[in-house]
């Protein structure tokens, strides 16, 4: 016997009904007139720890669980090589100033005066030469001497004559000092040089490994005397300062929230107790219902993320707990 027609639309209409009260419920409801309720969860920040340069690890000194603060040192490498490079690269910094030291002050005076004195002993051999050629080629005019030895003379006068050139091109060289090309080079030299040093001085001070932010530690996955490379972890921390949560509202409750207002919430490891938060951040975009929070009746639901940071100062809430997030009344807020 078939279930009468409108029998039929009534058991609809009630499913519909028990579904509408299902969204109704889990994304929000009235908590006795105090205002909606929003489920979520604590987020799960971590972050993976690693040393920025490879080497072998000297020790460990962070424990699993461990509560650690920005800036404490949780590794070290060993540094024999590091302080090796950095002593090598300090040597060759010294090497390059002193080159460009000598560049900027030129030439010395003792090197001047010795140029001066090459080039006065040039002048006066090709002098000498030049009276020699002269005696020789009127010699040779009234056939006192022979043509191989005008040729001789001339030969002696032009090299001497050579040689007093590039005497007094090297004694302007000396006194003019360097060029300019040459000093800003040397000067590069030694920016480049410097840049090293840094470099070295940061690779030696990587060596330790410090907590990055106050956490937990999680996992430590290196012990020591292990062989790390640069970048591969050696702790995971889960970040405990901010807390965050985040929670979902739909749409009809969306224009109840805005950034900074002021909520409460409970986890239960603290049944009855509310931590006291603020709205930091409100999804431009909705997306469905998180798998992590969803029911059946509610799966294909649409919702905005919202974060909401909590103060927990005795440390009781954790990454992934589900948690209640408790807005004020409508007649409560301000207008």
């Not at 009855?272 to 969803?294: D, L, M, Q, W, Y």
Request: a neutral charge; hydrophobic letters at 45%; aromatic letters at 6%.
């Amino acid at each position: 016997m078939g279930i009468p027609a409108a029998g039929k639309r009534t058991a609809a209409g009630c499913a519909i009904l028990v579904a509408a009260l299902a969204v109704f419920f889990w994304l929000g409801r009235d908590d006795d007139g105090n205002g909606a309720i929003l489920q979520g969860n604590v987020e799960i920040r971590q972050v993976d720890v690693a040393f920025r340069v490879g080497g072998r690890i000297a020790a460990v000194l962070a424990e699993e669980g461990e509560y650690v603060r920005q800036g404490q040192p949780l590794a070290r490498l060993d540094t024999d090589l590091l302080e090796v490079e950095e002593a090598l690269t300090r040597a060759q910094l010294e090497q390059q100033q002193a080159a460009l030291q000598r560049l900027e002050h030129g030439y010395r005076s003792e090197e001047i005066a010795g140029a001066r004195a090459d080039a006065a002993a040039a002048a006066a051999l090709a002098e000498n030469a030049r009276i020699n050629l002269r005696r020789v080629e009127a010699m040779r005019s009234g056939n006192a001497v022979s043509q191989k030895e005008l040729d001789n003379a001339r030969g002696t006068y032009r090299n001497a004559a050579a040689k007093l050139a590039a005497a007094e091109e090297q004694l302007a060289l000396v006194s003019a000092g360097y060029r300019e090309e040459d000093i800003a080079g040397q000067r590069a030299a030694v920016a480049a040089m410097e840049a090293n040093l840094r470099q070295a001085g940061i690779r030696l001070r990587d060596a330790e490994l410090v907590a990055p932010q106050d956490g937990v530690v999680l996992t430590r996955a290196r012990e020591a005397g292990a062989i790390v490379d640069a970048g591969r972890t050696v702790y995971t921390l889960s970040l405990v300062n901010p807390v965050w949560l985040r929670v979902y509202v739909d749409e009809a409750r969306l224009g109840r929230i805005r950034p900074g207002m002021r909520v409460e919430a409970e986890v239960d490891a603290a049944p009855g107790r509310r931590f006291i938060g603020h709205v930091g951040f409100i999804a431009p975009s909705a997306e469905f219902t998180p798998k992590n929070v969803e029911t059946y009746e509610v799966r294909t639901s649409l919702v905005y993320r919202i974060r909401v940071q909590v103060e927990d100062p005795e440390n009781i809430m954790r990454q992934g707990m589900p948690v209640r997030v408790f807005l004020p009344n409508e007649k409560d807020r301000p207008s």
